[in-house]
Nanobody, 123 residues
């Protein structure tokens, strides 16, 4: 069993930055592709960014490109999402997730989910 716990969410003004973290328990972190998703009120959960096992290859979706940076520290079992130039449309609950492959991750075919952390961007 793997537990994922997100932290770092909060209220920030438009144009500001936040750094989310996701700490994993268990021994499968380094064997999992990891990703960040978000879900805004009334909308479906959507893929934001994913990173491969070693942290070498990252993928971003839509407006996250150029503003967000995903990274991981396998020694600390921790996944990060640095979010810069935040806009009101980034307001959502952010979730981290683990999956077997990047293809699975991007289809939301995940093995584990965190409980989520709220990010609110005020304009």
């Amino acid at each position: 069993q793997v537990q994922l716990v997100e932290s770092g969410g909060g209220l920030v003004q438009a144009g500001g930055s936040l750094r989310l973290a996701c700490t994993a328990s268990g021994r499968t972190f380094s064997n999992s592709v990891m990703g960040w998703f978000r879900q805004a009120p009334g909308k479906e959960r959507e893929f934001v960014a994913g990173i491969d096992y070693t942290g070498t290859i990252a993928y971003y979706e839509g407006s996250a490109k150029g503003r967000f940076t995903i990274s991981r520290d396998n020694a600390k079992n921790t996944l990060y999402l640095q979010m810069n130039s935040l806009i009101s449309e980034d307001t959502a609950v952010y979730y981290c997730a683990a999956a077997k492959t990047m293809a699975f991750l991007r289809r939301l075919n995940t093995d584990y989910w965190g409980q989520g952390t709220q990010v609110t961007v005020s304009s």
